[in-house]
């Protein structure tokens, strides 16, 4: 079973497919994550990356594309994929299925968090992300689980593009690229919506039942 966890950013969908990871033993497909990645290796390519993460606007999807790839291809993941920031243009979206085809894989559960920008807005600036585990936290609202972190509260690091004039770029991106990629799969039988604004425990089991029928 593949899963797509669509939505805004900061709509929760890492914190979510965090939860999916450890119970069901998935692998947690972020886009953003791999991208991170690609910075810190401190390539030409990365430093490339790095300017359009910190401006709030995609890489390309060539790059991104590439990326993707390798993992869909790697046989230890495969039918245990959420995919997380991904597609997030309509042309991503028509790749995806492609790649699926010719791997014979397909999506089995699309999840929409639908969550409105001023809530986005306070959940983002105060997120932390642990460097080592990308556990996401909010430095209101998980003061204590900050502190007592496994792999220590030095890690927890504000993400360069959480910054407010950079989020609500992220968000307007999202609006004109992304949404659209909804009604790629609104039709679809295994699309759910889910209210993102409801406390973290709530989302998750309304996700547990969807993956459970
Ligand atoms: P995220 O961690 O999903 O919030 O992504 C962080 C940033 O990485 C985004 O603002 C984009 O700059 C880039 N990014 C992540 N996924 C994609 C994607 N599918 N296509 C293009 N850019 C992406």
Do not use: W
Request: aromatic share 8%.
């Amino acid at each position: 079973m593949n899963i797509i966890l669509f939505g805004p950013p900061g709509a929760g969908k890492g914190t979510q497919a965090q939860f999916i990871v450890k119970k069901y033993n998935y692998f947690q497909l972020s886009t953003g994550n791999l991208l991170r990645n690609e910075v810190k290796l401190n390539t030409v390519l990365g430093s490339e990356i790095d300017k359009l993460i910190s401006n709030g606007e995609f890489v390309s999807d060539e790059i991104v594309n590439n990326l993707l790839k390798q993992s869909i291809t790697n046989l230890k993941y495969r039918d245990r994929i959420i995919f997380d920031g991904y597609p997030r243009n309509v042309d991503q979206a028509i790749n995806l299925e492609l790649i699926l085809k010719e791997f014979n894989q397909t999506i089995d559960h699309t999840i929409f968090l639908n969550v409105s920008r001023d809530i986005i807005e306070k959940r983002i600036m105060g997120r932390m992300t642990c460097e080592k585990c990308n556990m996401a936290l909010n430095e209101y609202f998980n003061k204590e689980e900050i502190n007592l972190h496994p792999c220590g509260p030095e890690h927890l690091k504000k993400r360069k593009d959480d910054d407010i004039e950079i989020v609500i770029a992220r968000y307007d991106t999202y609006m004109t690229a992304t949404k659209p990629v909804l009604d790629f799969y609104i039709k679809n039988s295994n699309f759910t919506e889910i209210d993102g604004a409801a406390e973290i425990d709530q989302i998750n089991s309304k996700i547990n039942h969807i993956l459970n029928v």
